[in-house]
């Protein structure tokens, strides 16, 4: 099985160093010095234990020069995309697929659904069907990501906490393009569950993503300082709200408390959102996959998110004001 992840930043880097290390053909997709540092030296996960894993992986810029794939791994923030876009053809073969391990709403969220006899398009989140045409739906594994990772310096993955991913195909019907990535996933050391409503699993991990991440970034606070103030609170709660109702609306009911949607980012404890460190960072922040294509998904349902569009547009000013913002 040869897997070529596209990619290899937090997620993406534990994804490829863990499958290597169980012995796939793996490849990644880098760029820059992260690139120039996985060459050197190897890509280099450290886990909380203490331990530390350097993988062998092939590292390119240009990803003609690996050709097709068994599975492409997309794994990064929805504002690289197009650029994915434009560069995964060479690895696409007959009978590829592709997982795309991202947070916040797919492009192809709806091309499967009930809602709209599958003809709706998310233009927020690929404009012009660029992200559709170069992969397409029929090829698409989706994957929701429950764990923890930062890339603290170039080749290097800190796992901080977590293993989990929910994998499924869009509508739920599952086939050996599923299969094939979970049991290799799980043979690398994940613990996978496969999903006969991925749509919702995303819908799930979405309330956690929208009503704290920007909310934390706005703050500067960790996920507990959230919580524990209760107005602050009470404002997440109320998107949390609105995205169920959302969801409900376009046949994806999260079926979940909004309180206990919190609880399950209480359990994690202390941490910082992907938002704040990418702010701290200087990096551009994963907006429009938050926030704009459930925002626009709300319009087409004709659905009211009065406090998930103030939150939009107080994130985005705040990126824009920083240069953070594409």
């Known amino acids: 099985m040869k897997i070529c992840v596209y990619g290899a930043g937090a997620v993406g ?192 991990k979405l309330l956690g993503n929208v009503s704290f991440n920007p909310v934390s970034a706005l703050t500067m606070s960790t996920s507990d300082r959230l919580i524990e103030d209760r107005e602050v609170k009470v404002y997440m709660v109320h998107i949390i709200n609105e995205l169920l109702a959302v969801g409900r609306a376009v046949g994806v009911d999260a079926d979940i408390d909004p309180e206990a949607r919190i609880d399950m980012a209480r359990a994690l404890g202390k941490f910082k959102t992907s938002m704040l460190q990418d702010l701290e960072a200087g990096k551009p922040l994963e907006i429009d996959g938050l926030l704009a294509g459930p925002l626009e998904i709300a319009a087409k349902a004709g659905v009211r998110a009065p406090y998930t569009e103030s939150l939009y547009g107080l994130i985005r000013a705040r990126a824009i004001a920083t240069g953070q913002y594409r």
């Not at 996960?45 to 690996?66: C, F, I, P």
């Not at 599975?71 to 997982?99: F, R, W």
């Not at 906490?161 to 994940?190: H, V, Y």
């Open 13 to 204: 880097g534990l994804i490829a160093a863990w499958l290597a290390r169980s012995g796939r053909e793996v490849s990644v997709i880098a760029r820059g010095r992260h690139l120039e540092a996985i060459r050197r030296a190897g890509l280099r996960v450290r886990e909380r234990s203490g331990e530390q894993l350097s993988a062998s992986v092939k590292a390119e810029s240009d990803a003609s020069t690996l050709g097709p794939q068994d599975y492409v791994v997309v794994a990064v923030k929805g504002h690289s995309l197009p650029e994915v876009a434009q560069g995964i053809g060479p690895l696409v073969g007959a009978n590829t697929s592709i997982l795309t391990a991202m947070n916040g709403v797919p492009w192809w969220f709806f091309d499967r659904l009930g809602f709209g006899d599958g003809r709706q398009r998310l233009e927020s989140l690929d404009p012009h069907g660029l992200l559709a045409r170069a992969m397409p739906t029929e090829r698409i594994v989706g994957c929701v990501v429950h764990l923890s990772a930062s890339t603290p310096e170039p080749g290097v993955v800190s796992h901080n906490m977590g293993k989990k991913l929910i994998l499924g195909e869009p509508g739920g019907k599952n086939t050996q393009r599923t299969r094939g990535i979970a049991d290799a996933l799980a043979s690398a050391g994940f613990d996978i569950v496969v999903s006969e409503s991925i749509e919702k699993d995303f819908w799930v």
